[in-house]
């Protein structure tokens, strides 16, 4: 469920790291928690995002819930299919409906997050 | 009931409040009283007032005829007593009607999106400039000085403490149109929106497309606020703005010594979520017929809290209804031959009192009469039991010896030529 | 079984424009007794529409019809209790009606002469009187038009009284008990939020209010009793821990249905607090608007107060715009005066005396629920409650069923929901406030209907998951109406 080479927050983002590039995204989990997905806020190509600072939002119905940058660096890319699908993050969280790719400007920060087997005992914990 | 909650009187259910919150005394107010004496009540403080006179007052608050359909409508206890729409099941009556009102909103105005009222025209205003502070990012506000006055203290009032600057740009003491050069002087790279009033507080058709071209220029936000919204039965709605925000007190809302009205915010499609207050969406039910919803409550206060596109919770829905009826029953053919009336009733005024500026005028217009100044002149015609225009003099002193007339379709020639005689 | 509803033929109709066949009217306008104008000529041809595309064409007859039908669609308190926790959906005498609509109050134009507006201004001078009384405030202003508006103006109210001391500071406390609009107030006056948490027991926790309060800490926005429906007893200690540090406590009023004629919170150190007069005063909702939102103050922030205010001048009413320290305007013009109006007319009804007891009943029908109920569903605090009770989903979330479930199968019984999923710190939140204008065979009903729901949840659940049943319309897809905003008609 919670891929081995992804790396996961507290706040239930996930990051790919590959080489210099981290493609984000929010979690199964959050998804769930969420409930249907109706509209997805991103921020523009060449912002820069510390660690821990919003990067936007992820919408429901009832709730609005802010994404945290997992690692600091700049806007490569947003992923275009969701101004018209925001729906697949309920469906492929973790692969098609990426939210952003940034280009990292501190990587070591990766060595902070959690690996997929501690993200599944924190969430298990939080129930 | 008593026994079921434990208790032998219902004072001791106030019996865990801290004895020094406690009144300790009854209410210094007089005991109830009946039906009838509550009416008389009224009606004596009604007679207090000007009753039957005829009024060449306007100024953001219009006298039109309020068609008998509408009270009769409103007065249904399922429009009257019935809550906020949260529970689309049994809400569709005032979701329906919210949404016809959003419709119509959007062919008055010309523009893509209305939401389901606001408070009134003059907190419209500072809603549609933090909107465009919101959309463009930049802070800065500039306002026209032919905006309504009271509209531009409430501006200035939601303005100082979001940290909004705002300046205002003058009108062309001849024409009565904004002035372009001092706008076009003062416009900066750091203005979020123009604000321009249509027909303006002197009842002026103003420079709408000319304000949209230096504001465009620069980055910033057209913004076109209306108070007699009667004028766009005849006028070209704005297609240059990108907020289109005023008051429907026109629309069968009784001018009620200054409220409740409705006001509305309308807008481009891709202004969408930066819209306040409430919005009607259309979708279906699950048996999948039409039915309709309050959507995009994600902008809301009661979800977004701080983050929130605004802290109103409150639409107008009773008032706004007032204006879907109405609109309802003038209709695509009645609103055009009414502002028709309102523009022949004041021209022919006109010919009578001569306008002080040259700029094209809809039922509203600046008269200087010589030789009687605006109190004297007011005086004199309180006597014929007309209410005059009113002095200018509190809200711009270089206009002291002016008046702002106002005819409507109500208003009879007999007065007007009276008013006429006595201005003579 | 169910007793109180019964489903029956309700008319269809399609919105007003689909409706619409070019060329009919429902209006008459009288013969111009002035000349005619080209209307090109005086505003200039390329100001002059030609049509509004798509606006309505319809008949007297099919205008009526057509806002009749849907008027049925809808639920109001004529057809019977709303038992929405804070929003005390009280009975709306029609009285109010009658007087607000009498020629001389409703078309008063508020720029008339100060000489032939003493009636209205008597009104209002009634109107702040009684506010002030019930309050134990020192002035009230009418300006703000509903609570939102209310509670930004006292905010707004505060920052200029501590901006003359030198120093507005930077954030306001806020229980995370409180209603929305409260963050998003603080936010626009240009505050930042604080939140503060609830005790245990879901009251002020004054310790932890000792810890934050600070020489940044401009105020506390507080709602008493609090939006449990209990009773903040620690209120008046926490306002003597706001002032030591120079900072105000304002009172978000919307329970008020619970303090009339017994407490007053000028008495227990509230500076500011803003009335929802749709709540308390029974002024219509409307189907959402308008409301009144009147803020009454201490003397110590009456400078401060929106302009104009109205004073005594001999034997005269006049409207005082010299106001040095004022906040400015909220609003245009006074108020909602046709709310006030109304409000006032339900203040004469009662009287002192009968304000009193209106929240006595309020208070006792409340409780009566709270005992009727506790056997059935989890009561997450167990302090007394006043005039509305909070009780919890967690009995029924067990079996897959929430809060949100169990309101819409209460519609299938007749009634209008509670207030669900609020307050946030109460999990799968039931907020039940039924007012005193309920009697007890309604509330006896409503109570019955209550029972049955939590025998259903037990009994067959899915019954439950997917109410209502009964009604016209069924559940709407409110996702897809999110996704793919429409907000208006379009012809075909």
Redesign the interface.
């Known amino acids: 469920m919670y891929p081995e080479n992804y790396r996961y927050t507290k706040e239930h983002e996930w990051i790919l790291v590959e080489g210099g590039t981290g493609t984000v995204g929010i979690t199964d989990h959050a998804q769930q928690e969420l409930g249907d997905i109706v509209y997805v806020d991103l921020p523009k190509v060449g912002a820069h995002i510390e660690q821990g600072k919003s990067l936007g939002s992820v919408e429901s119905v009832k709730a609005v819930s802010d994404v945290y940058c997992p690692v600091s660096g700049e806007i490569a890319e947003v992923n275009p299919a969701l101004a018209d699908k925001p729906e697949i993050l309920n469906t492929d969280p973790h692969g098609a409906a990426w939210l952003v790719k940034l280009t990292l400007s501190a990587p070591a920060e990766v060595e902070g997050l959690m690996s997929a087997a501690d993200y599944q005992t924190y969430i298990g914990a939080e129930k | 009931m008593l026994a079921v909650c434990g208790v032998s009187s219902a004072e001791e259910l106030f019996a865990h409040l801290p004895e020094a919150v406690r009144l300790p005394r009854p209410l210094a107010l007089a005991p109830g009283i009946s039906e009838y004496e509550i009416v008389q009540y009224f009606r004596d403080r009604a007679a207090e007032n000007a009753n039957g006179y005829a009024s060449f007052l306007g100024a953001g608050v219009y006298n039109h005829y309020r068609p008998v359909l509408v009270d009769t409508v409103v007065s249904r206890g399922e429009f009257l007593t019935s809550y906020t729409p949260y529970q689309a099941e049994i809400s569709q009556g005032t979701l329906t009607t919210i949404f016809e009102f959003q419709t119509m909103i959007c062919q008055l105005t010309g523009m893509d999106v209305a939401n389901a009222s606001m408070y009134d025209g003059s907190t419209a205003v500072p809603e549609a400039a933090m909107m465009a502070v919101r959309a463009t990012g930049k802070g800065r506000v500039l306002v026209a000085r032919s905006l309504h006055p009271e509209y531009r203290e409430v501006l200035r009032t939601y303005a100082k403490n979001q940290g909004m600057p705002v300046e205002e740009f003058g009108f062309l003491p001849e024409a009565g149109t904004i002035d372009l050069e001092d706008l076009e002087r003062k416009m900066d790279d750091l203005t979020a929106a123009v604000i321009v009033q249509s027909p303006n507080f002197f009842g002026i058709v103003d420079q709408v497309k000319a304000a949209a071209e230096i504001a465009h220029k620069r980055g910033a936000l057209l913004v076109v606020i209306f108070t007699e919204a009667v004028s766009l039965g005849l006028l070209e709605p704005p297609a240059e703005a990108d907020i289109v925000a005023g008051e429907l007190q026109s629309f069968a809302i009784s001018p009620s010594y200054g409220g409740p009205y409705a006001g509305l915010i309308a807008t481009k499609e891709k202004y969408i979520r930066q819209v306040p207050g409430r919005l009607v969406g259309q979708s279906v039910d699950s048996r999948g017929n039409r039915a309709f919803c309050l959507t995009l409550a994600t902008r809301e206060q009661h979800i977004r809290r701080e983050k929130a596109t605004s802290n109103i919770c409150t639409n107008q829905a009773l008032i706004a209804l007032m204006a879907t009826v109405f609109m309802t029953v003038y209709g695509k053919e009645g609103l055009r031959e009414l502002a028709l009336q309102n523009l022949a009733k004041a021209h022919y005024l006109a010919g009578k009192v001569k306008p002080r500026f040259t700029g094209a005028f809809f039922n509203e217009f600046v008269a200087r009469i010589d030789g009687k100044p605006p109190d004297e002149l007011n005086k004199k015609l309180l006597k014929k039991k007309i209410i005059g225009g009113l002095p200018l003099g509190r809200f711009y002193p270089e206009l002291a010896d002016s008046v702002l007339l106002c005819a409507t379709e109500m208003t009879k020639r007999s007065d007007m030529d009276l008013l006429a005689e006595v201005a003579q | 079984m169910i007793d109180k509803v019964t489903a029956h033929l309700s008319q269809n ?1 399609r ?3 689909e409706r ?1 066949s070019p ?5 008459q ?2 013969e ?6 080209d ?1 090109a000529e ?3 041809a ?4 030609t ?8 008949s ?1 007859v099919e ?2 019809r ?3 039908r ?10 019977g209790m ?1 038992p ?1 926790g804070s ?1 005390t ?1 009280k ?2 005498p029609r ?1 109010n ?17 100060e000489s ?5 201004m ?2 209002m001078a009634r109107v702040e009187a ?1 506010l002030a ?2 309050t ?1 405030m020192d002035a009230v202003t009418l300006q703000p ?5 209310g ?2 103006t006292g905010i ?1 109210l505060i ?1 200029a009284l501590l901006q003359k001391r030198g120093n507005p500071r930077k954030k306001i406390l806020i229980p995370d008990s409180a ?3 409260n ?8 505050y930042a ?1 604080e939140n503060i948490k609830s005790s245990a027991t879901g009251v002020l926790d004054v310790g932890a209010l000792e810890q934050l309060v600070t020489e940044d800490v401009a105020a506390l926005m507080v709602t008493n009793p609090n939006t449990l429906g209990v ?1 903040e ?1 620690n ?2 200690q926490a306002a003597e821990i706001l002032h030591k540090k120079g900072a105000m406590l304002y009172m978000d009023g919307a329970n008020m249905n619970a303090l ?5 919170p000028g ?2 150190g509230v500076d500011v607090m803003h009335l929802n007069l ?1 709540k308390t005063f029974s002024t ?9 939102g009147p803020v009454a103050v201490k003397k110590i922030l009456e400078p401060f107060l ?1 302009t104009p205010r109205l004073r005594r001048a001999g034997k005269k009413w006049a409207f005082d715009y010299k106001r040095k320290h004022t ?13 006030l ?1 109304r409000a006032l ?1 339900y ?10 007891n209106a929240t ?2 309020a ?2 029908n409340a ?2 629920i709270r ?2 109920l506790e056997p059935y569903f989890d009561l997450p605090y167990s ?2 409650n ?1 005039h509305e009770v909070v009780f919890s989903d967690a009995r029924q979330a067990k079996l897959g069923v929430r809060t949100g479930d169990i ?2 199968r209460l ?1 299938d019984y007749g009634f ?2 509670y207030t669900v999923s ?1 307050p946030l710190i109460v999990h799968g939140a039931l907020m039940i406030e039924p007012t005193e204008t309920e009697s ?1 065979q309604e509330i006896d009903q409503f109570i019955a209907a209550m029972i049955s729901i939590a025998k259903e949840v037990e009994s067959d659940p899915q019954l439950v998951k997917t109410a ?1 049943h009964g ?13 793919k ?5 379009k012809p075909a």
């Open positions: 109709e919105l007003i424009f619409s060329g009919k009217k429902a209006y306008l009288p111009l007794d002035v000349p005619a104008v209307p005086a505003l200039g390329g100001n002059v529409r049509a509004i595309e798509g606006f309505p064409e319809v007297e205008a009526i057509h806002f009749t849907l008027s049925t669609w809808n639920y109001a308190i004529d057809y709303y929405l929003c959906m009975y709306n009285i009606e009658l007087v607000a609509r009498i020629e001389g109050l409703a078309w008063a134009h508020p720029y008339q002469p032939l507006a003493q009636g209205a008597e009104v009684a009384e019930i134990g038009a509903a609570g939102a508006h509670e930004l707004l920052r209603h929305g609009t963050p998003a107030t603080a936010a626009i006056a240009g939020v009773f007893e209120i008046a009339v004629g017994i407490a007053r008495d227990f749709h219509p909702h409307g189907g959402g608007g308008p409301g009144a929106p906040i400015g305007r909220v609003k245009a013009f006074y108020g909602n005066f046709g709310v109006v007319a203040v004469l009804a009662h009287g002192g005396p009968g304000l009193r006595v009943d208070v006792l409780v009566y005992k009727q302090q007394p006043m309101a819409k519609i209008h929901p609020f007890k209502p009604t016209r319309t069924s559940r709407v897809d409110e996702v897809l109406a999110a996704r905003p429409v907000l208006r008609w």
